[in-house]
């Protein structure tokens, strides 16, 4: 088998021109797709990723509403401003631009956004419907990876999906969602013995540790594919990338591979959400 180079940007791109047309009928019916994402501090990554974020709002036509909070802003504070997100019908997805400073708390935030406007995929509630099967909105990444699955026709049925990574918007529900397409599903963490070992069974492997250059090229079965959704500094993966391309069947490149998809489906579920509310 050909080696595939597993390419986010086209994928991404396949998901926007999808939307162009349904953001247009919306607006013809007289709504405006709105998503919020709110900013507290002054975390100069996290500036970055919201402005990524409006922009690819506004190049397919969904509106963008920026909140930016102090880096003092309480809890309280910061769930009145939630509150009324909720509460306002032209907003349709809400989003919470994670890290938060130190003294909100931020599992308190995130449970506070209405379920219907979880575009983000960041409460509970959600991720128990994720993992039951009927969840709307699943955690962006997590999407992502799925989408570039199905995209690429990768087979899923009873094959032994390796997860790296146990975070609650990652790692918990990405595994949820390939366990519901009938993968045989290991989830690895920082307390897994024997992780090259285990790693290595694995026709599947989603990397979401957060530790560039972290999965090494003699932990891959030959012709495994391998999904990576870490993003360091750098613009480096949690994949040693030339270190596994070679035993690799298909692979994700960083930058480039899981990013511009995980983007693409915040808008497709803001859009999902507009929908709802005609």
């Not at 940007?9 to 998901?15: E, I, L, M």
């Not at 890290?99 to 209405?114: L, T, W």
């Not at 699955?149 to 918007?169: C, F, M, N, Q, T």
């Not at 870490?230 to 030339?242: F, L, P, S, T």
Request: charged fraction near 25%; glycine fraction near 10%.
């Amino acid at each position: 088998m050909d080696k595939v180079i597993l390419d986010g940007k086209q994928v991404a791109d396949k998901v926007k021109g999808s939307l162009a047309s349904r953001v247009e009928a919306l607006k013809e019916a007289g709504v405006t797709p709105c998503l919020a994402t709110i900013l507290v501090g002054d975390d100069p990554s996290s500036e970055t990723y919201v402005r990524m974020k409006g922009n690819a709002c506004k190049r397919i036509g969904i509106e963008s509403k920026r909140i930016h909070l102090s880096k003092e802003t309480s809890t309280e504070e910061l769930l009145e401003v939630i509150d009324e997100l909720n509460q306002n019908d032209g907003v349709h997805g809400i989003l919470l631009q994670h890290p938060v400073p130190a003294q909100i708390d931020e599992r308190a935030a995130f449970e506070r956004i209405a379920i219907e406007k979880d575009v983000d995929g960041v409460t509970s509630l959600g991720f128990g419907q994720t993992a039951f099967g009927f969840g709307k909105y699943p955690s962006c990444t997590p999407a992502a990876i799925m989408r570039i699955i199905d995209e690429y026709k990768i087979e899923l049925e009873g094959k032994h999906a390796v997860v790296i990574g146990r975070s609650p918007i990652l790692g918990k529900p990405v595994s949820a969602l390939l366990l519901n397409r009938d993968a045989t599903v290991t989830i690895c963490h920082s307390r897994t013995q024997n992780l090259p070992g285990i790693v290595k069974q694995a026709d599947i492997v989603v990397a979401a540790v957060g530790k560039p250059n972290f999965v090494q090229g003699d932990w891959i079965k030959e012709g495994a594919v391998i999904l990576d959704a870490g993003y360091n500094k750098g613009n480096i993966g949690d994949v040693d990338y030339e270190a596994c391309y070679e035993p690799a069947g298909a692979i994700t490149p960083v930058p480039g591979g899981v990013g511009p998809v995980t983007i693409s489906m915040l808008l497709k579920h803001t859009v999902d959400a507009a929908e709802l509310t005609l």
